[in-house]
């Protein structure tokens, strides 16, 4: 019977998703309709397969997604909203890159402590609205948009005091990271030179720890319980001001290393090519896969996959590269409805059947079968 | 219901989007049959064709060439936002649907010109605004900003009532310093006790500032209350913002880079007393049309006052009283008597 149930469960995990990926489907088709574009070129166009250099590139693009998506689930599953993730991951990066590009350890000794680093001051930049959460009542939504702006502030603030720029240049950057503290790169595609980002790797480990921390824990078990009832977690003896803060250090680690593939594997340096906005892609891809682990790194193939094939957009088809960004939107819009949609389904389905199973049996009525 | 009632207001509200934005790009090629044919790529900046500002001077350009020598036109446009890779592969899609001369408008392609030009030398490229990147196949476009805006200082110093002007930067980068330092010379010179209040948009790598009319407009109208009456909009896109409070507040504004007296919205036209002028158009056709005639030069191109590269515009007149004192500076600029520096 708990077999049974358990596919039940897959299925409705899968039909909100591709429910979502349909109805996104039919309302960028609409728009694109409206706007008298060419409906079938864009699809074609967004549904080749993308060349090996642009192979690529999506995955590059999805391990820097993946952790900034992370560490927004980490907040999540408390019910803590940290949009502070790209402020928190700015300021990180830069710290790390700061120290980094002294060279002043050897090699890979180098990488460590600017990772430990850029964890830290993740941490701490995160904690200051965890703290106020805890001691003031702040809401961390209200305190971690504060603290973006400040962070914006404060890096280009510091960024033009260290600055390691030549006369009339436009780039103002942090000292460009010692050769031998570059992570190289993987060789995973073959028919381009261009390499996956080694700390591909780093992403991949932060996702499995996620998984550790939160499913094989008291720590996660603590986490989990208070995001869903803080009463019942209260009621079972959870500290939950300590759990509110644990999570909100957690959460600003794993967004101080969302920086780290971008400027160890390609930027070797903070400055004015660094990619802005990655915090905010988080928190649409820890919506869209759901706070799980596998489910977001769909979603961050699915994000860099869209932003990738969106050049051909303009080159091929001539139509706005924005359009890529509708189609992220009703997405993640529709991921969220759908979700509930088949939520509020699969609880009518397993009322019917406690129901049935009620009336089959009406010498038994405790209903041991809803708690699975 | 609800849901189908939710999307189909989301579709509606997006529809709005994407009309506005994406009718811009031209379904070019297939018409031209003029004597040239030769395919021109060009990649924009944030902002992209239709921002009324950089963006736009260079697509003029390319229109130009477009009509007079029969050019085949390809264009692609920079995401807020993305990442560095998407630079470099705007360049090599359209190097591989065959367009062998690719420009790049703005500084902000110079790390992806960079690699993408040493990988592909049978390629030539033209890089606006920057010298970031050098090679035998760049020509590195640029221009004196900071003599132009010397010039449009002046003219606010001239036209100021408050004794108290504004500057707005789109991003705090050492190119629009470049135009912070020559407008406040340009207002010092006239008025050497004039209160000049300056503010960048947003800081790089953020580089939202050039294409965020909201965020133009809420700093104007703080340069306003705090008694400017000329705000000089160094902003790109964002400058639609900065007219819009310059209307709003019964005050007055300066373009940038196209005259936008002329390409402005008609609502807001009337309170740009001027534009400084930076002839990307004439450096995007001069390029193309030394392509078409075979002849490229790599190296740094300064389009500067002297050459013509930089000025001011006189549309709806309001800078008649004053052109022969603007035009006195900037013949002194041409003959070396004043330098305006490029950094504040």
């Known amino acids: 019977m708990k077999a049974t149930l358990d596919l039940r469960r897959v299925g409705l995990a899968l039909v909100a998703p591709v429910l979502a990926i349909l109805v996104a489907f039919v309302v960028t088709s609409t728009v694109l309709l409206l706007a008298g574009d060419p409906v079938v070129e864009v699809w074609t166009q967004l549904l080749t397969a993308p060349r090996p250099r642009l192979v690529v590139a999506i995955i590059n693009g999805a391990s820097v997604y993946y952790l900034s998506a992370i560490a927004v689930a980490i907040g999540f599953r408390m019910n803590l909203f940290n949009i502070g993730v790209d402020g928190q991951y700015r300021i990180a990066a830069f710290a790390a890159a700061v120290f980094a590009g002294q060279g002043w350890l050897p090699g890979p000794l180098n990488i460590i402590v600017s990772l430990l680093i850029a964890v830290v001051v993740g941490a701490a930049w995160a904690g200051i609205a965890g703290w106020l959460k805890v001691t003031r009542g702040v809401s961390e939504v209200i305190s971690t948009i504060m603290l973006n702006a400040i962070a914006t502030g404060l890096v280009s603030f510091l960024l033009f005091r260290v600055a390691d720029s030549t006369a009339g240049s436009n780039v103002t950057n942090t000292k460009t990271i010692p050769t031998s503290s570059q992570v190289p790169g993987f060789a995973l595609v073959p028919g381009t030179p261009n390499k996956v980002y080694g700390f591909v790797l780093l992403a991949a480990l932060v996702g499995i720890a996620y998984w550790v921390i939160l499913n094989k824990t008291r720590f996660g078990y603590d986490l989990r319980a208070t995001g869903r009832s803080e009463t019942a977690a209260v009621a079972s003896g959870v500290n939950v001001k300590r759990m509110v803060l644990t999570a909100m250090l957690l959460s600003g680690a794993a967004a101080g290393l969302v920086g780290m593939p971008l400027l160890f594997g390609q930027d070797y340096s903070y400055g004015t090519t660094f990619q802005p906005g990655l915090g905010f892609a988080g928190i649409a891809i820890a919506l869209l896969g759901r706070n799980h682990p596998v489910g977001i790194a769909f979603g961050a193939l699915l994000w860099s996959y869209l932003e990738q094939q969106s050049n051909g957009l303009q080159i091929t088809v001539g139509v706005s590269s924005e359009l890529v960004f509708i189609i992220q939107g009703v997405i993640v819009l529709a991921v969220v409805i759908a979700y509930e949609v088949v939520r509020r389904a699969g609880l009518r389905m397993e009322q019917r059947k406690v129901a049935r199973q009620l009336s089959d049996q009406p010498g038994s009525p405790t209903p041991e079968g809803v708690t699975v | ?344």
């Open chain 2, 1 to 344: 219901m609800k849901v189908t009632a939710a999307m189909s207001v989301a579709a509606l509200a997006l529809a709005g989007c994407g009309t506005s934005t994406d009718k811009t790009p031209a379904a070019g090629g297939s018409t031209t049959t003029a004597a040239s044919g030769m395919k021109i790529g060009m990649a924009y900046d944030v902002g992209g064709r239709g921002d009324q500002s950089f963006n736009d001077a260079a697509a003029a350009g390319l229109d130009k060439a477009k009509a007079e020598l029969g050019i085949v036109p390809k264009e692609a446009t920079a995401v807020n936002g993305e990442p560095e890779s998407a630079r470099e592969e705007r360049l090599l899609q359209l190097i591989d649907a065959g367009y062998k001369s690719v420009i790049a408008v703005g500084f902000a392609y110079a790390p992806s010109v960079k690699k993408v030009a040493a990988a592909n030398p049978d390629v030539k490229f033209a890089l606006i605004d920057s010298t970031d990147a050098t090679g035998a196949n760049i020509e590195n476009l640029t221009f004196a900003e900071n003599e132009g805006s010397f010039l449009v200082g002046a003219a606010a110093a001239l036209k100021s009532k408050t004794g108290n002007i504004g500057f707005i930067g789109g991003v705090n980068v050492d190119l629009i310093k470049k135009f912070e330092a020559g407008y406040v010379m340009g207002a010092k010179t006239v008025n050497p006790a004039i209160k000049v209040q300056v503010k960048y948009l947003t800081q790089p790598p953020d580089f939202s500032g050039f294409g965020d009319p909201a965020k133009g407009k809420i700093a104007a109208a703080g340069m306003y209350q705090q008694g400017a009456d000329v705000v000089y909009a160094a902003a790109g896109g964002s400058g639609g913002g900065v007219f819009q409070a310059a209307a709003a507040a019964g005050k007055m504004a300066i373009g940038v880079d196209s005259d936008q007296a002329l390409t402005a919205p008609a609502d807001v036209k009337s309170v740009i007393i001027t534009s400084m002028i930076k002839k990307v158009d004439v450096a995007t056709f001069d390029f193309i049309k030394a392509m078409t005639e075979g002849k490229f030069t790599a190296g740094n191109k300064v389009y500067d006052l002297k050459a013509g590269g930089v000025g001011y515009s006189t549309t709806g007149g309001q800078m008649d009283d004053i052109k022969a004192k603007l035009d006195a500076y900037k013949q002194q600029i041409i003959d070396g008597k004043i330098v305006v520096p490029t950094k504040p």
